[in-house]
């Protein structure tokens, strides 16, 4: 059971801080995240542990963070068997991390380490969770920010559960935040939506989002359309009623259409046939129904893959623990 007493850190005793970073072909840049990582926490009184979760890189990840972690007592290495996608790695770090409070963050430096120091003092205030929010994304294309305020609109007036706007993974939950995700059994993870599914006493720490420090992003254009229904459908059944209200529509469309027609051949006659106008009629809403049956088909394929109750990853090995599935 997740406890339900506020879990202020005592600061006296030292409570251990979970840094959670998944990393996919991220070789390029993990030396100066981690240098960057260490001249933060070497400001506070916390004691440490930086989790770097290896999503199935095909580079040099593994190679680095294994060399990291020889070097570094706190660094600890988690290696998945294949690619699984960040939020199943995200998911991994969150089962595995020990601290008394956690902080997710990617390796590439948009969100900027310093935070964390901002991200520990709401902490000691007693909030579970702190997010960090982008109040400037003049890094990111304008295709991006426009898309993702579109994102964020739609999902948010559709869905039941709010995400802030311009609010990533970066973030500070609290171990009791951190057992009541764990409660969420689901394969299909929308981490964003979890997070704030779960609740808990929030505060908010503005931030300017970074250029990457070096290499590309793995997030393409088709990866971020499909991020996106992920998060719409793991969260809301409205366009599954969209389809209800627009069948009424339609349907009454016709019934009205039809009564005129029957109207106007009983008064005035049979008319020639329209069939181009038929035709037309005919293939539009055989257009609408295709599209009804695909939004009905997204919401069947998460319950195929939800039915199967496959593990959410697969650790091939962890450099402090023995091999686990999850």
């Known amino acids: 059971m997740v406890s339900e007493n506020r879990n ?21 840049v993990l030396h100066t995240f981690t240098d960057k990582i260490f001249s933060i926490i070497s400001k506070t009184s916390y004691s ?8 199935g890189s095909n580079d040099n990840t593994l190679k680095v ?6 070097k570094h007592t706190c660094i600890r290495v988690i290696n998945l068997s294949r690619n699984f996608g960040k939020e199943a ?5 969150l089962d595995r991390a020990k601290g008394d ?6 390796a590439d430096l948009q969100d900027p380490p310093e935070l964390i120091l901002d991200f520990l003092r709401e902490w000691e205030k007693g909030f579970d969770v702190v997010v960090a929010k ?4 003049s890094s990111d294309t304008l295709a991006k920010k426009i898309t993702a305020s579109l994102f964020y609109k739609f999902h948010n007036s559709i869905a039941d559960v709010e995400i802030p706007d311009n609010v990533g993974d970066f973030r500070l939950i609290s171990r009791r935040v951190v057992q009541a995700i764990q409660l969420l059994p689901e394969n299909q993870r929308f981490m964003k939506g979890i997070f704030s599914w779960v609740g808990f006493s929030t505060s908010v720490v503005e931030y300017t ?10 997030f393409n254009g088709w990866r971020l359309w499909n991020f996106a229904l992920e998060g719409i459908t793991s969260f809301s059944t409205a366009p599954l009623r969209v389809w209800l209200y627009l069948g009424v529509f339609c349907s009454s469309i016709a019934f009205i259409y039809g009564s005129i027609i029957i109207l106007k051949t009983l008064m005035l006659g049979i008319d020639l046939p329209g069939y181009a106008s038929l035709l037309t009629i005919v293939l539009f809403f055989g257009g609408v129904q295709l599209i009804g049956l695909g939004v009905m088909g997204e919401y069947i394929g998460r319950l195929y893959m939800e039915s199967k109750r496959r593990p959410v990853y697969i650790i091939e090995h962890d450099s402090h623990e023995n091999t686990q599935d999850k």
């Open 8 to 28: 202020k850190p005592d600061t006296r005793n030292h409570p251990l801080i979970s840094i959670i970073c998944p990393c996919h072909n991220e070789q390029e």
């Open 48 to 55: 440490f542990e930086l989790l770097f979760v290896n999503d």
């Open 65 to 70: 963070l294994n060399e990291l972690a020889e």
């Open 89 to 93: 790695a995200l998911t991994a770090g």
């Open 101 to 106: 409070a956690v902080i997710p963050i990617d």
């Open 134 to 137: 982008r109040v400037d994304r």
């Open 209 to 218: 989002r970074q250029a990457r420090a070096a290499g590309e992003s793995s």
